[in-house]
């Protein structure tokens, strides 16, 4: 299977995607992949409702990102952004723990607004991404509410309590994700898995940007059935941005790519960087096919680098079986 048989269809990928790791890949595959071919399935287990607004920062966070508007020094929010709103919140004793910049509101609000109005949360992405001018399929995993709760020392907390108001400082004990039992896949999401050649899981945080993904009914199921390549967001012990490394310690695992790998032992392959290549016999006796390359993006052409070379290897993957 080539990715791009005899040159001209390229066949169809989604990518399962959570926060700012996932989303720099996100945009290296849509400057691959024609946009009618690339899906990428959400991670909302970060959704929470603040200061009344239905807020979907993993959504955003990918939505910024593919219209070249994310903030570049955080990977969420906007650039070019203004912080009126929240400094006269702050004024009035309100809530700022959580940093909306003006433009982002706008966002927020308008989310907001169509939900109340009784739309899903795919409609409104949908017609979100066409503001934004996305014409890559953008699917939240579920439209049906799914909170991430992290049990630490401290206790059960929401998951923005513990990654933002905590700043991740309480050990890690376990993962729920209130509501995932009783949700539904978001309409077309099994009918993409279902058409994938290809499903590519992003550097995203396993336990809280990619678990929480794949306890959705129906979608391990809907993997497995499906050829898979993963991306380590561990390198070298540590992830590039983020608590994956912190969370795996406090739970008693050496963070490595080898690690990671054995999160996914469903994973055909599992790309990790040049640093962890020590690993690579492990990873393969996993059963999952390594393949080592540079997968730091630190750049635009990094992203699209790393994007072309996961896709590359499917194809070396496909001959090897
Ligand atoms: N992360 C922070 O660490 N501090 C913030 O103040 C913050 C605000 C914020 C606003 C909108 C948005 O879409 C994301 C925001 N994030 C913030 C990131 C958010 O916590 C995400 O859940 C993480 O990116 C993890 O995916």
Redesign the pocket.
């Known amino acids: 299977m080539r990715l791009h048989d005899q040159g001209d269809t390229v066949l169809k990928v989604v990518a399962l995607a959570?926060?700012?790791g996932g989303a720099k890949l996100v945009d290296g595959l849509a400057a691959v992949v024609p946009a009618e071919n690339l899906t990428v399935v959400v991670?909302t287990g970060?959704d929470f409702e603040h200061l009344g607004l239905s807020?979907?920062?993993?959504l955003?966070?990918v939505m910024y990102t593919l219209a070249g508007v994310a903030n570049p020094e955080?990977?969420?929010?906007r650039a070019d952004e203004t912080w009126a709103f929240i400094e006269t919140l702050e004024t009035l004793g309100g809530p700022t723990?959580?940093?909306?910049?003006d433009r982002?509101l706008a966002l927020h609000m308008e989310r907001t607004r169509r939900l109340r109005q009784g739309e899903t949360l795919s409609e409104v992405t949908a017609d979100l991404c066409v503001a934004l001018d996305i014409h890559v399929r953008l699917l939240p995993m579920s439209d049906d509410p799914i909170r991430t709760i992290v049990d630490t020392n401290e206790g059960k907390l929401a998951?923005?309590e513990y990654?933002?108001a905590r700043?991740c400082e309480p050990v890690v004990r376990s993962f729920e994700f209130h509501g995932a039992e009783s949700a539904a896949p978001a309409p077309e999401v099994i009918e993409a898995m279902e058409e994938a050649d290809l499903v590519i899981y992003c550097p995203s945080?396993p336990w809280?940007?990619l678990d929480p993904i794949l306890a959705v009914p129906g979608m391990r199921k809907a993997v497995q059935a499906r050829p898979t390549i993963g991306v380590s967001p561990i390198i070298g012990g540590k992830a590039i941005k983020?608590p994956a490394a912190k969370m795996y310690a406090e739970l008693g695992v050496e963070p490595s790519a080898l690690a990671v790998a054995q999160h996914y032992p469903e994973l055909d392959a599992f790309v990790i960087d040049a640093a962890d290549a020590v690993w690579m016999e492990s990873i393969r006796a996993l059963g999952l096919q390594p393949f080592v390359t540079n997968t730091v993006m630190d750049s635009d052409a990094a992203r699209k680098r790393l994007a072309q070379e996961v896709l590359e290897f499917v194809g070396e993957l496909e001959l090897a079986l």
């Open positions: 959570g926060g700012v991670n970060d807020i979907s920062p993993d955003d966070t955080t990977g969420w929010g723990w959580f940093r909306l910049g982002d998951f923005q990654f933002v700043a945080n809280v940007s983020g």
